[in-house]
Antibody, heavy 116, light 112 residues
Framework: DVQLVESGGGLVQPGGSRKLSCAAS????????MHWVRQAPEKGLEWVAY????????YYADTVKGRFTISRDNPKNTLFLQMTSLRSEDTAMYYC?????????WGQGTLVTVSA | NIMMTQSPSSLAVSAGEKVTMSCKSS????????????LAWYQQKPGQSPKLLIY???TRESGVPDRFTGSGSGTDFTLTISSVQAEDLAVYYC????????FGSGTKLEIK
């Protein structure tokens, strides 16, 4: 079965940094594009970033461009999201999701809270 | 950026009733080269991650009950649940993937 398990969330001060991880199993990780999608408390879904299977193509939402970096380690079946210059509006549950344009599989999410 | 507008924001129905919810895009998500609508629907139950229900506007994901039907083209789309079950309590999001990725604000379905 496909499994995606996020980790790395927690409380971060405004202006701080945090690195999220997503451990993948149950499929050939190196064959699939991956995304990060976030959801602020009691709010809707917001796409954050995409990385292709071989890391050659990367896209970001305008709201995080220049502050967040998506990357992956295919031999370790792990997706990352490095977040810097964090703001209160980045407070959200962060999900990793598998797919090129569709989000067919999702992890359970990891909560990032940006607050002093 | 393509904006997605969903309505209503919430609705409450009794089990067994038919439900329809709307999703409108600010630009067409129909790609002329392949005549496919780049529109999907997701279901998010309380405390859970979203689940893909429908893609290409009307193709049901494997394992999704046939009471869920997606329809529409261009800028106007509908998700219909033919006979609502208690387990369908959830927020439903539409999602366009033609140009970047954007979601609607969701329709919350409550069961009376």
């Amino acid at each position: 079965d496909v499994q995606l398990v996020e980790s790395g969330g927690g409380l971060v001060q405004p202006g701080g940094s945090r690195k999220l991880s997503c451990a993948a199993s149950g499929f050939t990780f190196s064959s699939f594009g991956m995304h990060w999608v976030r959801q602020a408390p009691e709010k809707g879904l917001e796409w954050v970033a995409y990385i292709s299977s071989g890391s050659s193509t990367i896209y970001y939402a305008d709201t995080v461009k220049g502050r967040f970096t998506i990357s992956r380690d295919n031999p370790k079946n792990t997706l990352f999201l490095q977040m810097t210059s964090l703001r209160s509006e980045d407070t959200a549950m962060y999900y990793c999701a598998r797919g090129e344009v569709l989000f067919a599989y999702w992890g359970q999410g990891t909560l990032v809270t940006v607050s002093a | 950026n393509i904006m997605m507008t969903q309505s209503p924001s919430s609705l409450a129905v009794s089990a067994g009733e038919k439900v329809t919810m709307s999703c409108k895009s600010s630009q067409s998500v129909l790609y002329s080269s392949n005549q496919k609508n780049y529109l999907a629907w997701y279901q998010q139950k309380p405390g859970q991650s979203p689940k893909l229900l429908i893609y290409w506007a009307s193709t049901r994901e494997s394992g999704v009950p046939d009471r869920f039907t997606g329809s529409g083209s261009g800028t106007d789309f509908t998700l219909t649940i033919s006979s609502v079950q208690a387990e369908d309590l959830a927020v439903y999001y539409c999602h366009q993937y033609l140009s970047s990725f954007t979601f609607g604000s969701g329709t919350k379905l409550e069961i009376k």
